[in-house]
């Protein structure tokens, strides 16, 4: 019991580190892609950009749920 506590803790401890990093990383690019805008860069090129916001997005929330699943989910699946 003990031990699977900590390995939840340990694992939402990592969950929180990938999905802040990939909300930095996309925070980034966003700006990038402001700056891409007002100096009139290419589209093709803004669009990668903004493809590449969405993935570290998507990358984001997918950890979230996973985490949610494995912690949440399974505390709210055990008490009905």
Do not use: P, W
């Amino acid at each position: 019991e003990i031990i699977g506590f900590f390995n939840i803790i340990f694992n939402m401890i990592i969950s929180k580190d990938k999905i802040q990093l990939n909300i930095k990383k996309a925070m980034g690019t966003l700006a990038k892609v402001q700056k891409m805008i007002d100096d009139d860069v290419y589209c093709a090129d803004v669009a990668h950009q903004i493809n590449a916001s969405m993935g570290l997005l998507q990358s984001a929330n997918r950890e979230l749920l996973k985490n949610h699943l494995s912690c949440c989910g399974t505390k709210a699946l055990s008490s009905e």
